[in-house]
């Protein structure tokens, strides 16, 4: 059973979906340099990066939030029997994550709300589930939160619905686009039966306790998630970073960002709220708790799993 955490009355568990050891931090990070791991991989923890093999660890899992007598996830992973071909690790899964979701007390039907930090395959995969030849709602009787450009550039992207006017020129020239396939199988579904509920991504709360604060350049509306409970403050982080190392090297930009210089702003941005809150940080793809602390260091930022 994973560890639960409190934050204000709000509880939170990880639910997990994949690991990996063997990440190659030149794959996932095009430009890094022989310094960044000589320099700060001692400052790596073991469940993160192997020092003797040079590979990194990570992993996709959600969060479920119980707070105020609501189940909440934040993101919903990869899902199962998704075609994703461009993305080999996440083509047609067959994980237990609903029995891991079952194991922490929720079932699909008992979840009120899904907040979704951006549509990625990786964030909004179990949005749905195949039945019968079909992708059907997983959650039929939750809210489903998320930023509305974000839909509107992933209808334009599976060729749905054109959106001219996206990107918008603020951005740059993206460096690649999402993968394909991911709004029609994972977000429609949802839309089209009455559980899709779009935002703009201003800051405001948008449910008690709740707010999604801008972050983009991963993809072109990413969102971070605040939650405030009781006097105490966490953060959903998204793909704002995909490694602890990027905490230390914030200039390191992942394959997977779309827009490269509004990403390292976002991250930087972050990095300095997160160290200046001290609030607690919920990752997307950090490996072991998943959770921790950015902390100040003389030069920079650290990381501290809790």
């Known amino acids: 059973m994973t560890a639960a955490f409190q934050v204000g009355s709000a509880r939170i568990m990880r639910i997990p979906e994949l690991h990996w050891d063997n990440a190659d931090p030149q794959k996932l990070y095009p430009d890094i340099d022989a310094e960044a791991l000589a320099v700060f991989g001692s400052a790596l923890t073991s469940g993160s990066f192997n020092p003797v093999t040079g590979t990194l660890s990570q992993g996709t899992h959600a969060w479920l939030v119980q707070v105020a007598g609501l189940n909440l996830l934040i993101d919903t992973a990869t899902g199962n029997d998704k075609p994703l071909p461009a993305a080999p690790a996440l083509d047609h899964l067959h994980t237990p994550f609903l029995e891991h979701l079952a194991a922490a007390g929720v079932q699909p039907e008992q979840v009120n709300v899904v907040l979704h930090t951006h549509i990625h395959a990786d964030h909004v995969g179990w ?81 008690a306790g709740f707010s999604f604060h801008p972050t983009p350049g991963h993809s072109i509306d990413h969102a971070s998630i605040r939650l405030r409970s009781d006097g105490a403050e966490a953060w959903f982080t998204g793909d704002v970073m995909h490694h602890p190392l990027q905490v230390y090297r914030p200039d390191l930009r992942s394959v997977y960002c779309e827009f490269v210089q509004p990403a390292e702003r976002s991250r930087r941005w972050f990095l300095e709220e997160a160290a200046d809150t001290g609030s607690l940080c919920f990752t997307s793809h950090f490996a072991e708790t998943g959770a921790g602390y950015v902390r100040r260091r003389a030069a920079g930022f650290a990381w501290e799993f809790a």
């Open 127 to 207: 949005n749905t589930r195949l039945h019968h030849g079909k992708w059907v709602p997983t959650f039929p009787k939750a809210r489903h939160i998320f930023s509305a450009i974000e839909a509107r550039y992933g209808a334009s992207n599976d060729r749905i619905d054109p959106a001219p006017d996206l990107p918008p020129e603020i951005l740059g020239r993206p460096d690649h686009r999402p993968l394909p396939r991911v709004y029609a199988d994972s977000m429609l579904p949802v839309i089209e039966a009455g559980l899709g509920e779009t935002i703009i991504i201003d800051g405001q709360e948008v449910l």
